[in-house]
């Protein structure tokens, strides 16, 4: 997943970044208000986080900007200020959470997981289909195989890559679609590296579970092999 980060405080951002690299999230970072508007309209981000007090541009604003343009990605505001009515202002702008700071990484990240989930109309707690169940908290994924459970550890780009792909089951997606997912802005990618990293998943959870259209791309295939 593909996260835009707006934060001022450079070195929060930088912390925070490495916190959600390390809990699967391909992560691009801006610093005040007027840039985060204009790449938060012209990138396919899956998820936002936005710092209210920003230099620029004030972080409402820029909310209220994206939606007027029908900007549709969810927005987890994230902000020191902890007034109820900060909240309301943030909510009727167009925000989709709200978490002051100080906060512990894993409830924004139980957050983050949530909104991506909603947006893409998975109601359940976990990403499962056909036998296949993802744990984003341990970055794996279980399986049966016969009768008994198997669990397979996936690195950061594969558990991005299934992770996207599994969330539009039966979604057919061109390379390029998928690099913007799985990649953030500065990443220097080889050209066949998602070629590269289906095989790898095809390997640890078999061929059938993702899909080539030739000339196309790649769908992930929801029925049980």
């Given at each position: 997943m593909r996260l835009l980060l707006v934060e001022d405080d450079k070195a929060l951002s930088a912390?925070?970044?490495?916190?959600?690299?390390?809990?699967?999230f391909a992560v691009d970072r801006v610093?005040?208000?007027?840039?985060?508007?204009?790449?938060?309209?012209?990138?396919?981000?899956?998820v936002?986080?936005?710092?209210?007090?920003?230099?620029?541009?004030?972080g409402i604003d820029v909310l209220k900007q994206w939606r007027s343009k029908q900007i549709a990605t969810p927005v987890l505001i994230l902000t020191a200020r902890d007034?109820?009515?900060?909240?309301?202002?943030g909510f009727r702008a167009g925000g989709d959470d709200y978490l002051s700071k100080p906060f512990h990484v894993e409830e924004l990240v139980a957050r983050l997981d949530a909104l991506i989930r909603r947006s893409k109309g998975v109601a359940v707690a976990q990403i499962e289909h056909g036998g296949l169940k993802l744990d984003e908290a341990t970055q794996s994924v279980e399986q049966y195989i016969g009768s008994g459970k198997v669990v397979t550890e996936l690195t950061g780009v594969e558990f991005r890559l299934l992770r996207y792909l599994m969330l539009h089951p039966g979604h057919l997606f061109s390379e390029s679609q998928l690099l913007e997912h799985v990649y953030n802005y500065d990443s220097e990618k080889e050209s066949n590296v998602i070629e590269v990293y289906i095989s790898k998943l095809r390997k640890k959870l078999g061929k059938e579970r993702i899909l080539t259209k030739r000339g196309q791309g790649y769908l992930f295939n929801p029925e049980k092999p």
């Open positions: 912390e925070l970044a490495l916190q959600l690299e390390q809990h699967g610093f005040d208000g007027a840039e985060a508007a204009f790449i938060g309209e012209s990138e396919p981000y899956d936002i986080i936005l710092d209210l007090g920003l230099p620029e541009m004030p007034a109820w009515h900060e909240k309301v202002d």
